[in-house]
C-alpha cells in the first residue's frame, strides 16, 4: 500500500490513524519482534513529542543483549542494521558536557528507545517545532535510541525536514533533503556518537523497514509498511476514500 497524502485530511483523522499505527507497531514489537528482556507501551507522553509516542522499555540487565543464546531457535537475534547511516558525529556527543540522569518510566524499568509518529501538532507553531527537535536532542543525549517517521510534507518552518532540523540542532550542521521525497524516515542510534539512518519517500511510496536500535550497533528492523496497512484499514471508509483518489 503506497503512503498516502495526508494533507488531503483534517489533522484529526490523521491523529485516529497515528494513534492506531504506533499500537499496531507496539503489538508487532511485543509478539515477538522484541527480545524478551524488552517491551514496548503505547501511548505514552513525551514533552516535545506528541502523546503517542511508543517507549521501549528494560526489564533485564543491558549486558543480556549480549548473551550467548542470543540467536538460538525461540531467541530474538539483534543485528547491524541493513541500512548504512549517512551521517555520524565525528566526536563524543557534544552536548554531553555534565553528568546526566537515566530517564525512566514510572515502572522503574529504564526507557532504551522511543518511537514517534509526527503530527501535524509538532509543526504547527516555531514552539512546538522547538519542541520537538529539543526533545529529540535531549533524549539522545540520554543515550535513548529513537525513529521518527514523519509523513508530512516539509514546510517553512523545517525547509529541509525534521531530520535536518534535529541534526542541525545536536550537530551545528547543515543536512539537504532531496525536493522531489519529501516525507522522512529517520532512526537514531545514540552511543559515544550519533549516527542517522534516514530513508525519504514521497506520497505513492511503499514504506522501508528501519532500524530500531535497543543498544548501539545492536537492532531489530520494525515493518512499518504492514503496521501502516493494519491501521489504514481502521480509517473510516469516507475518509479512505479521499485519500485513495487520484
Known sequence: MPVHDWTRVKAGIFHHFHHDWITEIARVLNRGLLP?????????????????????????DQDSLDSPDRGKAGSVSLASPKLKPIAETDMGFYRRKQSTIAIR?????????????????????????????????????????????????????DPQGIHSAIWGEITGEDYLAPRDQPLTLAAYESGL??????????????????????????????????????????????????????
Do not use: C
Open 105 to 157: 518510566h514510572i515502572s522503574g524499568d529504564t526507557i532504551v528507545a522511543m518511537i514517534e509518529v509526527v503530527s501535524p501538532g509538532n509543526n504547527a507553531g516555531a514552539k512546538a517545532l522547538r519542541a520537538f527537535v529539543e526533545k529529540a536532542a535531549e533524549l539522545l543525549d540520554h543515550r535513548i535510541h529513537l525513529l521518527i517517521i514523519d509523513l508530512h510534507p516539509r514546510g517553512r518552518r
Open 36 to 60: 524478551p528482556e524488552n517491551y514496548a507501551l503505547a501511548p505514552q507522553q513525551a514533552a516535545g513529542f506528541g502523546p503517542d509516542v511508543l517507549t521501549l522499555e528494560q526489564t533485564g
Open 193 to 246: 556518537t550519533v549516527r542517522a539512518f534516514v530513508v525519504h519517500v514521497a506520497v505513492g511510496d511503499a514504506l522501508a523497514e528501519m532500524p530500531l536500535f535497543l543498544a548501539p550497533e545492536k537492532s531489530i528492523d520494525v515493518p512499518l509498511e504492514v503496521t501502516y496497512q493494519a491501521a489504514f484499514a481502521d480509517v473510516p471508509r469516507k475518509w479512505q476514500r479521499v485519500l485513495e483518489t487520484k
